[in-house]
């Protein structure tokens, strides 16, 4: 059993920055892809990025790409989020997840954080 930990989230105001980081612990992840999705008020819950194991496949939302960076530490048994420009469609409750695919689907993934709350103010 994998249990995730986001921390980072915040209220931002547009333009400006915020940096998600997922923590694991009952065991490591380092065998699993992790990923990000988000879910704002209202809508459905969207893939917003995922790292492969090995790091060598990252994959970003068209609406991110070119303002995200996922990352991941294997020594800290961490993957972090890096959100730049954030703009108040970014507003959003965010989930760290864990699978052993890449892919779109939130089926596909085994374990959930809790989410941390996203707040980009105009």
């Known amino acids: 059993q994998v249990q995730l930990v986001e921390t980072g989230g915040g209220l931002v105001q547009a333009g400006g920055s915020l940096r998600l980081s997922c923590a694991a612990s009952?065991?490591?992840?380092?065998?699993?892809?992790v990923g990000w999705f988000r879910q704002a008020p209202g809508k459905e819950r969207e893939f917003v990025s995922v790292?492969?194991?090995?790091?060598?496949?990252?994959n970003y939302a068209d609406s991110v790409k070119g303002r995200f960076t996922i990352s991941r530490e294997s020594t800290k048994n961490t993957v972090s989020l890096q959100m730049n420009s954030l703009k108040p469609e970014d507003t959003a409750v965010y989930y760290c997840?864990?699978?052993?695919?890449?892919?779109?689907?939130?089926?596909?993934?085994?374990?959930w954080g809790q989410g941390t709350q996203v707040t980009v103010s105009s």
């Open positions: 997840v864990a699978g052993l695919a890449v892919g779109l689907n939130p089926a596909e993934y085994v374990y």
């Open positions: 009952g065991r490591t992840f380092s065998g699993y892809a």
């Open positions: 790292i492969s194991t090995t790091g060598r496949y990252i």
